[in-house]
């Protein structure tokens, strides 16, 4: 599922459980309500777009999804991803005490396969589309480029920002059009900053 988005990845993901489970392909609305989407012609489009992909045959009626021959029957490998909530105060971030909760994720939703889940908190990177109550898929990592969306410990918090490196000045920078928003600037010779992982996507919450 390479050429999937996460979000398209995730829809194809709950059609195949719910055919699994129920016997029986969901409807538009049923999608849509699954995701939060404003209406069943914003799931027909999902739907459009995994036909044109080659994962779904799609008909015009009410449950006229089918897999694709690929997709039937397939077993599909599972991750168990530890979920990282609050972080203490001078804990690394997988330490036991960080970790809220574990979820079974689709080993081939995000390449690489992710090291572990944040729970995103604020409206900070709201532009790039994570959201508070997100939870963002982060593949560890002690090194970035600028332009990355990077986990980054400053002191005893954690926080998810785009990354850009100046010589020994690091900025910080929020995806929010808000003025309030502004970028975390670091003199690397004077302050501590700690890169734990690069953000590969993200599992919506369901609003």
């Known amino acids: 599922m ?17 055919i699994a489970d129920n016997g029986g392909a969901p409807t538009r609305a049923e999608i849509a309500a699954a995701f939060g989407l404003r209406s069943a012609n ?11 992909k080659g994962h779904l045959e799609v008909t015009g009626q009410a449950r006229g999804i089918r897999l694709a021959v690929q997709h039937r029957e397939r077993r599909v490998e599972m991750l168990k991803v530890p979920v990282v909530g609050r972080v203490a105060a001078g804990l690394p971030i997988l330490a036991v ?16 396969a992710p090291d572990f889940l944040l729970r995103v908190k604020g409206q900070s ?8 109550g ?23 918090e954690a926080t998810v920002k785009r990354f850009k490196r100046d010589g020994h000045v690091v900025s910080l920078i929020p995806e929010n059009s808000d003025p309030a928003y502004q970028p975390i600037v670091l003199d690397l010779r004077e302050q501590e900053l700690v890169i734990e992982g690069l953000a590969l996507g993200v599992i919506g919450v369901r609003r």
Request: glycine share 4%; proline share 1%.
């Open 2 to 18: 390479t050429n999937l988005t996460a979000r398209q990845a995730e829809v194809l993901a709950f059609i195949r459980e719910h």
């Open 42 to 52: 914003s799931a027909e489009q999902y739907l459009r777009t995994l036909a044109e």
């Open 97 to 112: 005490e960080n970790l809220d909760d574990h979820r079974d994720l689709a080993a081939n939703l995000f390449e690489p």
């Open 125 to 132: 990177m709201r532009d790039a589309g994570i959201l508070d």
């Open 134 to 156: 997100d939870l963002l898929a982060v593949k560890r990592a002690s090194n970035a480029m600028n332009g990355q969306i990077v986990v980054a410990r400053i002191g005893d």
